[in-house]
């Protein structure tokens, strides 16, 4: 990881999606660690792994965005939260004044919401 690189927790259940994000993330200079569900993000970081920001999608196959978010940040307090969702019946679930990012995006639009 580069000095000024940020460290991103990528939580995406479908593995395409999961594989382009992490590419579009490492072209923006993230340090990523991608995972396919909550409970394994949750792992990671509760498990003394420092990420600078959650990527989480909504609608996971095992807990939702926004319980992963809810963990994390009680484990790591400091990490920044990003959702992404596809869903629109998802978007009433996003926490007021979270940053959401609304499937599909485009590459300016990640990194506007990553502030890379």
Do not use: W, Y
């Not at 970081?45 to 963990?71: K, N, Q, S, W, Y």
């Amino acid at each position: 990881m580069g000095p000024h690189a940020r460290r991103v927790l990528l939580v995406e259940d479908d593995p395409h999606v999961r594989s382009a994000l992490d590419r579009q993330l490492r072209v923006l200079g993230c340090d990523v660690i991608a995972v396919g569900t909550g409970r394994e993000a949750v792992r990671v970081v509760e498990g003394g792994t420092r990420v600078e920001i959650l990527l989480t999608d909504l609608d996971l196959p095992d807990i939702d965005g926004g319980a992963v978010a809810r963990a994390v940040t009680v484990a790591a307090p400091a990490t920044r939260v990003v959702f992404m969702s596809g869903g629109a019946a998802l978007i009433p679930r996003v926490p007021a004044g979270a940053i959401l990012l609304r499937k599909p995006f485009s590459h300016a639009a990640l990194a506007a919401a990553l502030e890379v």
